[in-house]
């Protein structure tokens, strides 16, 4: 029987025998109450890493959105974000239903940037008839945008844009430590100048859950009443921290190999002819289906062992993870030029 190779995401990881160890042997404690001696070693860590104060730990990246959103607005303001966004495309108009926020996109640079000059041009100062823009969230690395990753200086034009006008800055760092191995430089200097940083363990760090939420002392200590008001205080959390501080020590040097496989991915894959994939920067490769027709590529290569998801009317997308070798990556391009004779173009 052939093995499946899944490329769905890099969440579908499980994590490796010795961070199960890790979380098997953890100290904990109660969280709520703050005293898990392990969740408390993860946030201060993630802290530095990031170059921020204090950092609050939540289940999802999700949520560590939504927690970072509410704990910097009103609710009637306006928050600025990319169209291409995941905070906009995937996360349920969350802002929205649960902060009373207006969501104003612009439109993303296929670099997963955006224009200064847009954003100053769609910030509305409060007044009798206008919301005030209070907040813009950035991305980086861009998931939609093939996971580009942002260099640090437009992170810092884009951040000085913003608060030119008063407004702060989040950053949805869920993969900036791909960010940082593809940009060559500390995580930290990616996110000097965004007053919030999410990012996520569960995707390249290969945790089976979590994400952090990074900031100012002060903010985080609101932060941490939003995730108790969203259901997000868990109790004995040092077991999944753990996974959290296992991947720091093992998973992040690694990542890079991670983005060595994804372009391996697209350059086997452009070959091939029906698609046109994307240069990665990263681990995600998107590929434009240029002959056929989307199911008929997904359910084929499904058929072969190989999982994709649709990324658009007529992208596939393929994301390299920890459990995903070299080996692999050759095994899934011999996969694909079997389907192509699967699939009628
Ligand atoms: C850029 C980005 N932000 C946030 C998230 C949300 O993370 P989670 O699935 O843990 O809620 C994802 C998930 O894929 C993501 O790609």
């Known amino acids: 029987m052939t093995t499946l190779i899944d490329l769905r995401s890099d969440t579908v990881s499980r994590p490796s025998d010795g961070m199960r160890q890790a979380m098997a042997t953890a100290e904990v404690g109660d969280d709520v109450f703050g005293d898990d001696p392990t969740v408390i070693e993860l946030e201060q860590r993630a802290a530095r890493l990031i170059g921020k104060e204090a950092a609050v730990y939540v ?66 100062t409060e007044n009798l008839h206008s919301p005030g823009s209070t907040l813009l969230c950035l991305e980086n690395t861009h998931n939609r945008c093939g996971g580009a990753a942002i260099p640090a200086e437009t992170i810092d034009e884009l951040c000085a844009a913003a608060h030119e006008h008063g407004l702060r800055v989040h950053l949805d760092g869920a993969r900036v430590f791909n960010a940082a191995a593809a940009l060559g430089v500390p995580a930290a200097r990616i996110t000097r100048d965004c007053d919030s940083v999410s990012f996520c363990l569960s995707k390249g760090l290969g945790c089976p859950v979590g994400s952090l939420v990074c900031g100012p002392a002060e903010f985080i200590e609101r932060a941490r009443r939003n995730r108790k008001m969203l259901g997000g205080g868990m109790r004995q959390a040092g077991i999944l921290a753990a996974a959290g501080l296992y991947a720091f020590e093992h998973n992040v040097e690694r990542l890079a190999e991670d983005h060595t496989h994804a372009r391996l991915l697209a350059d086997g894959l452009r070959e091939l002819g029906p698609f046109r994939p994307n240069h990665p920067q990263t681990n995600i490769v998107v590929a434009d289906v240029v002959r056929g027709n989307l199911n008929d590529w997904l359910a084929a290569l499904q058929r072969e062992g190989v999982l994709a998801v649709a990324f658009g009317a007529q992208r596939i997308r393929l994301v390299t993870h920890i459990n995903i070798s070299r080996e692999d990556v050759d095994d899934v391009l011999g996969r694909v030029q079997r389907a192509v004779g699967a699939v009628a173009v």
């Open 59 to 124: 289940p999802s990246g999700t949520m560590a959105n939504l927690v970072s959103v509410l704990t910097h607005t009103h609710p009637g303001e306006e928050i600025l974000l990319g169209d291409q966004s995941h905070i906009f495309q995937y996360e349920l108009g969350g802002a929205a239903r649960l902060g009373g926020l207006i969501t104003r996109t612009l439109t993303n640079n296929e670099d997963g940037s955006l224009e200064v000059a847009a954003i100053s041009a769609a910030i509305r």
